[in-house]
């Protein structure tokens, strides 16, 4: 779903391709894949992207990023694989890759396969899991952690690893996420009651069944000690 978007934003910025401040044209579609209200946002930039959820805006930067290069940090950041949580039968997720689809459906890739993975669609899987680990990695500072169910005394070095993410691409994609909360897809969250949190919505198709619905955050935004990830199956 479009919780993903993360990961596309940490791949187009630190290729080096787009720089944090980039802006982007967006649109009604694009490569076959539309905006989720049909017409786009206009000129827009990585904050105000994740604060509307721009399917246009990530498809396109995803595109000049080349699918090799999302696939790749999509994988960095831990889709694909177990997180190692201490809990029996974790699931890996899956991310698709030029080389599956050849060998599964006979078919190239082509661009628009590369917006669908841009926007967390297709055949992109995460655990409820994985998806917390991508929020808690830009509220850490871009570490790689290993979830457990327990408190740890283990040196840091055992449970969390950098991913060397440099700071302008963390701070452009948390001025986003907290855009979310203040006056985008995730309003809902905007009260005083809760300390300020970030973060971000997803949508993810399940046809013939109604979508499911995605939403991950970290809080207090500017010293944030708790990643919450909720997920509604077959929702709408």
Do not use: C
């Amino acid at each position: 779903a479009s919780t993903f978007k993360i990961a596309t934003a940490i791949a187009a910025i630190e290729s080096g391709k787009y720089s944090p401040n980039t802006r982007v044209a967006t649109s009604a579609s694009v490569h076959g894949v539309g905006d989720w209200n049909g017409a786009g946002f206009g000129v827009i930039g990585f904050p105000t992207a994740l604060q509307w959820s721009s399917n246009t805006f990530f498809g396109r930067v995803a595109v000049g990023t080349t699918p090799k290069v999302l696939i790749d940090w999509a994988k960095r950041l831990g889709v694909g694989e177990r997180t190692g949580l201490d809990l029996p039968g974790e699931a890996r997720g899956f991310i698709p890759d030029p080389v599956w689809k050849k060998e599964v459906f006979k078919d190239a890739w082509y661009p628009a396969d590369t917006v669908m993975v841009s926007i967390g669609q297709g055949a992109v899987q995460l655990s409820p899991v994985q998806v917390s680990l991508l929020f808690a990695a830009i509220a850490n500072g871009g570490y790689k952690v290993k979830p457990h169910l327990l408190h740890s005394d283990q040196p840091d070095h055992q449970w969390r690893t950098s991913l060397n993410i440099k700071p302008p691409t963390l701070n452009i994609i948390r001025s986003g996420l907290r855009a979310v909360v203040t006056s985008g897809t995730g309003q809902a969250l905007n009260v005083p009651s809760i300390p300020p949190a970030a973060g971000k919505s997803g949508t993810a198709e399940d046809p013939p069944r109604p979508s499911h619905t995605w939403f991950g955050a970290y809080a207090p935004f500017n010293n944030p000690e708790i990643v919450v990830v909720a997920f509604g199956e077959n929702t709408g």
